[in-house]
């Protein structure tokens, strides 16, 4: 008998490419990211956590409600369609105001989805201070899809292993790849 998840559609990939993910997240001098609060089990029952299905829901889900705010928050709606993979939000931008705007519009517009955004990380010493004074927690060192960020040093350390991912008789895949780098 085959299982729930063996009969269900997987969905389109809705997910920005990882690698361009990266990129401009580090393109810009100042960088941000933070992760949605529990964005699985608020988007939709937490009975379908899990399922091959559930990526696909949570991104169209969320991209779905950013274009219904795209008039009041522009600029972060669009961040949100290309920056956002699953429930991270990784991007940059080039001065320490347009952070702080950035964080702020979009807190506001995930809060506005019920998805709080917690465990953030930037390199902008501004948004540091005003995470610190608004009693909410940052991350030093934070992972940025699997790769390890010092934001102090503005540095990466990637802990890729190639003994897990060698032994492995699949194809290596995207998800596999990050699998790797996240062990």
């Given at each position: 008998?085959?299982?729930?998840?063996?009969?269900?559609?997987?969905?389109?990939?809705?997910?920005?490419?990882?690698?361009?993910?990266?990129?401009?997240?580090?393109?810009?001098?100042?960088?941000?990211?933070?992760?949605?609060?529990?964005?699985?089990?608020?988007?939709?029952?937490?009975?379908?956590?899990?399922?091959?299905c559930?990526?696909?829901l949570?991104?169209?889900?969320?991209?779905?409600?950013a274009?219904?705010?795209l008039?009041?928050?522009?600029?972060?709606?669009?961040?949100?369609d290309?920056?956002?993979?699953?429930?991270?939000?990784?991007?940059?931008?080039?001065?320490?105001?347009?952070?702080?705007t950035?964080h702020r519009?979009?807190?506001?517009?995930k809060?506005l989805?019920k998805?709080p955004?917690?465990?953030?990380?930037?390199?902008?010493?501004?948004?540091?201070?005003?995470?610190?004074?608004?009693g909410?927690?940052?991350?030093?060192?934070?992972?940025?899809?699997?790769?390890?960020?010092?934001?102090?040093?503005?540095?990466?350390?990637?802990?890729?292993?190639?003994?897990?991912c060698?032994i492995?008789?699949?194809p290596?895949?995207?998800?596999?790849?990050?699998?790797?780098v996240?062990?």
């Open positions: 008998m085959p299982s729930l998840n063996d009969t269900l559609e997987v969905g389109l990939n809705l997910l920005p490419e990882t690698v361009g993910c990266l990129l401009r997240f580090r393109i810009h001098e100042f960088a941000i990211t933070s992760d949605g609060k529990q964005a699985f089990s608020i988007i939709y029952s937490s009975t379908t956590f899990g399922l091959a559930s990526s696909f949570l991104c169209a889900a969320t991209r779905e409600l274009s219904k705010h008039k009041d928050f522009p600029t972060a709606a669009l961040m949100l290309k920056n956002l993979y699953t429930d991270n939000f990784v991007a940059g931008v080039e001065t320490e105001p347009q952070i702080i950035l519009k979009i807190t506001d517009l809060l989805f998805i955004m917690h465990e953030w990380a930037t390199n902008s010493l501004m948004l540091q201070n005003l995470l610190r004074t608004q909410e927690k940052f991350e030093t060192i934070a992972k940025i899809l699997g790769i390890e960020w010092n934001t102090k040093l503005d540095t990466f350390r990637n802990a890729f292993s190639i003994s897990l060698a492995q008789d699949k290596l895949t995207k998800g596999g790849l990050l699998h790797c996240h062990c």
